[in-house]
C-alpha cells in the first residue's frame, strides 16, 4: 500500500492519494504527518483520492479511530474541508461513515464518486490530476507504509 500527499499553497490545497490496502491506523499516521508538516495551515482543503485505493482494510472501529483522531485535532483543521474521491463501492461505503461521524466533531467533509463532484463541491479552480498527475510522484512527500 502506498499514501502520497502534496501541498499546493497557491491553491490552499493538500492532495492526499492512496492504493492498494490501506487501514485506518495508516491513514491517521499520515494525517498526523500533514498536519505537523510545516507546510501545513488551517483553512488549507483536503482532497483524498481514494480512486485506486482497492479495499479498505477496516471496520466500525477504525473508522471510530479516525473520527477520534480528527476530534482531537479540530483546533487545527476546523477552517479546512475534506473531499474524499472513493468510486469503488466498498470504499465509498467506509467513506461515508467516516464523513457521517465525522459531523459530530465538527470537521466539515464529503465523499464523492468522482473527482468532478469533489473539485465542485471544494470549489477548486484547479483540476487536481492537472496539478499533481496521478502518476507522478516528483516534489511529493511520499509515504510508505
Known sequence: MTIRYRFFPEQRLVI????GAVSPEELVETDARILSDPSWVNGFDILCD????????????????LVEHDAEN???QDRSRAAVVAPRDVVFAFSRMWETLSREG???GAVFRT?????EWLGADDDPDTLWPPT???????VSL
Open 74 to 76: 479540530a483546533h487545527i
Open 50 to 65: 481514494y480512486r485506486e485505493l482497492e479495499i479498505p482494510i477496516a471496520d466500525l472501529e477504525g473508522i471510530e479511530k
Open 16 to 19: 492526499i492519494r492512496a492504493s
Open 106 to 108: 465538527g470537521l466539515t
Open 136 to 142: 507522478s510522484s516528483s516534489r511529493s512527500k511520499e
Open 115 to 119: 473527482m468532478a463532484e469533489a473539485v
